[in-house]
């Protein structure tokens, strides 16, 4: 299991700190939230904050547009190279194209399903894909209780990408801990994010560790 921490729980007043403490505690990927006000209830970070994450860190950015303008966002944050931009499929009247034009910046595309939207609604996306963010909680905020209905979608996009595009990875957002990576391991889960549970822990390379199972 890769896991990414989301700096959305980091101390803010120690930002550097913070992601230099994660990125030599062995995490994966350093996940990055980006939240507009209007997607969801919640305003974060804009580029001249990511641009000092990305210096911080030794390990690759993993951002997550919760934002209302996929297009103008991606083109922001693109100069930056994270390896990853994902963007909400519930946002996005064009997916296709957008995925063209995050992977013409050569950065890798994917797409977050909140927990109501069902895997089938990105079948003929998937070919194109690197990754598919499942949330398991509802987005805009860290701290929140795991939804457990993403185990069964995990496994049911498991069967559909195993089938269609296996170098996809399968990513699983909030509510992540000890607790329950085992069970999204063995639901095909490849990738975790897990902000509250890493930054409150007293240890957090071990936290790190205990994800990567
Ligand atoms: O994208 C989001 C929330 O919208 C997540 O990345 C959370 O930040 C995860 O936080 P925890 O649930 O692990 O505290």
Redesign the pocket.
Known sequence: MQVAP?I??ADFGNLARDVQEICEGGCDLV?V?V?DGHF?P?LTIGPVVVEAVAKAATKPLDV?L?VENNTFFVELFAPLKPEYISFHIEEEKHPHRLIQKIRSYGIKPAIVLNPHTPPESIEFLLQDLDMVLL?S?N??????SFIDTVIPKAARLKEMRDRINPNCLIEV????SDKNVQTLKDAGVDVV?????VFKHENRAEAIKSLQV
């Open positions: 989301s959305l729980s996940h939230d939240m969801v919640n997550h919760m949330m909680v987005p805009g905020f860290g701290g929140q957002d909030g509510g992540v994010v897990a902000g509250s549970y």
